[in-house]
């Protein structure tokens, strides 16, 4: 058994049913059909390369499970996130929108790319809140296509951050408060400012854009789907923020596997379990307080509305991870375990491998999560070292 030091808390999600049909109201939300455009679209894009999926064949053995499966973000576009994916094709898709209707027809990526509909696109300004990854998006594919782009920060996103976003052309604004009061000013600053929202989180009146974050993402579940030749996962770990990750993993694969689909287990930092709560609670619970956590991107204590759509039924476990495990998870990874592969995993991409490694070592926890030597586990590493400064500070 390989060790790895930390503890978990777990809540099973009674409401979550392995039988249960894919909804018509969750298939607005995600579904593989709606993210074949999204597929077109972002593999039109200069730059696309996939992303490895790496088997982690000796960590698989040493922790007794069949296979580790981990897809490796830390070099997506250059962006060293998962998130690249999904802000920059929702402001794709909102510069197409706000030109329609300007124009009188929608304008194709193509034209947007190449500049075509430069001076038109340049009086646009996109914004959103961010704790690092959704915003560098935003701030890349508004450089991208050519507008204006506001990015507002809270009191904890590190200077490095900052500086990545500043470097894509984007304004950044930071603010006193957490990330949840960012959302909130970014929104009230861009009514009075005529800017379009991008967000990655969905609140009451703000639903349709966070889908095309959502659908973004979409592009690494069809490379993953494509990469795993025919094999279906028995259990997929995934990190939780507003949990735009993890319902658009588990609407996905519900969608397209049904009930042979994996079990979802979710994993957020202890100080930011809004998902957890709210599963505990059968609805959305807001976390309060400073959210302090390692994990920076997962340091959100409000819900996306949309997601809990899928979530509510569509998550079957949700865990919470000390954070201890991080930075010696973070280590394990950089040095490759045994003949595994060395492997660059910021603080957010690896809750969901330290906590399916820890619950395997624990009978209890094996047995709560279904855990087996028969187990393919699926995990996403979604960052690399996206703040260079604490990765060197926590890997050396
Ligand atoms: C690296 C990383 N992993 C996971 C997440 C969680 O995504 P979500 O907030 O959609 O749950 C984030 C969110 O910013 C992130 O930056």
Redesign the pocket.
């Known amino acids: 058994m390989v060790k790895i030091n930390g503890s978990l808390t777990h809540f099973a999600n009674p409401k979550a049913d392995a039988a249960l049909a894919y909804s018509d109201a969750q298939k607005d939300v995600i579904c593989v059909a709606k993210a074949e455009e999204a597929v077109t679209d972002i593999k039109s894009w200069p730059a696309y390369r996939q992303t490895p999926l790496h088997a982690l064949n000796a960590l698989a053995a040493a922790s007794s499970l069949k296979n580790i499966w981990y897809k490796d973000e830390s070099q997506r576009f250059g962006l060293k996130?998962?998130?690249a994916l999904g802000g920059a094709f929702a402001v794709a898709r909102q510069l197409q929108s706000v030109l329609e209707q300007k124009l009188g027809y929608r304008p194709t990526t193509q034209q947007l790319l190449n500049g075509s509909l430069k001076d038109e696109v340049a009086e646009l300004v996109v914004s959103c809140a961010t704790?690092?990854?959704?915003g560098r998006s935003v701030a890349w594919g508004a450089q991208m296509f050519g507008c204006g782009c506001v990015i507002y920060i809270h009191r904890d996103v590190s200077e490095g951050r900052k500086q990545a976003m500043e470097a894509f052309g984007a304004e950044v604004i930071r603010i006193s408060g957490n990330y949840d009061d960012s959302v909130r000013q970014a929104d009230s600053d861009a009514k009075a400012n005529g800017r379009i929202i991008v967000s990655?989180?969905s609140y009451e009146g703000y639903m349709e854009i966070p889908k095309d974050v959502a659908l973004g993402y979409t592009v690494m579940l069809a490379e993953i789907v494509e990469q795993l030749d025919g094999e279906i996962p028995s259990h997929v770990f995934v990190?939780?923020?507003?949990?735009?990750?993890?319902s658009a993993v588990a609407g996905y694969f519900w969608d397209l596997w049904g009930d042979k689909r994996p079990t979802v287990v979710i994993v957020e930092p202890e100080q930011a379990n809004c998902l957890q709560r709210s599963a505990e609670e059968g609805k959305t619970v807001v976390v309060e307080g400073d959210l302090d956590t390692l994990m920076a991107?997962?340091a959100?204590g409000e819900v996306?509305a949309l997601?809990w759509e899928i979530l509510a039924t569509g998550g079957d476990h949700f865990l919470t991870l000390s954070e201890d495990a991080v930075p010696e998870t973070m280590r394990l990874l950089a040095q490759g375990f045994e003949s595994d592969p060395a492997i660059e995993a910021?603080e957010?991409?690896v809750p969901g491998l330290a906590a399916a490694v820890i619950a395997r070592d624990s009978e209890d926890f094996s047995a709560k999560l279904g855990l087996t030597a028969d187990s393919q586990v699926l995990v996403i590493g979604?960052?690399g070292a996206?703040d260079p400064e604490l990765y060197k500070q926590l890997v050396g």
């Open positions: 996130s998962f998130k704790d690092g990854n959704h990655d989180t990190q939780g923020g507003v949990g735009g990750l993890a991107g997962l959100c996306s997601a910021g957010s991409a979604t960052e996206t």
